[in-house]
């Protein structure tokens, strides 16, 4: 069993910066993190998957977080932090962390407002 654990959310005015943390817990077995992406869900709309980033830490983004947002893991620990850099208002949503297939259960997100 994985559990997810997301923290480091916000109200943070445009422009600004948040680093968003998750952290996994599992009971069993200790094997490497899958792919592992967060996720982003705006107030109305379908979560949708911002940035993933392999095993081996390879990143990949949205277009609309490109250039702003920065992905990185740290497989010692089982962490996956989310640099966000020059925020913008349609960045607010609750920010989720889960495999890139979704396996894990979700967690409970952490809440990123961006408004001045």
């Known amino acids: 069993q994985v559990q997810l654990v997301e923290s480091g959310g916000g109200l943070v005015q445009p422009g600004g910066s948040l680093t968003l943390s998750c952290v996994t817990t599992?009971?069993?077995?200790?094997?490497?993190?899958?792919?592992m992406g967060w996720y982003r869900q705006a107030p109305g709309k379908e979560r949708e998957l911002i940035g993933s980033i392999s095993a081996l830490g390879r990143a990949h983004y949205r277009d609309s977080v490109s250039g702003r947002f920065i992905l990185s893991r740290h497989n010692d620990n089982d962490t996956v932090v989310l640099q966000m850099n020059n925020l913008k208002p349609e960045d607010t949503g609750v920010y989720y962390c889960?495999?890139?297939?979704?396996?894990?259960?979700w967690g409970q997100g952490t809440q990123v407002t961006v408004s001045s």
């Open positions: 599992r009971t069993i077995g200790k094997n490497t993190l899958p792919p």
């Open positions: 889960n495999a890139v297939d979704r396996r894990f259960d």
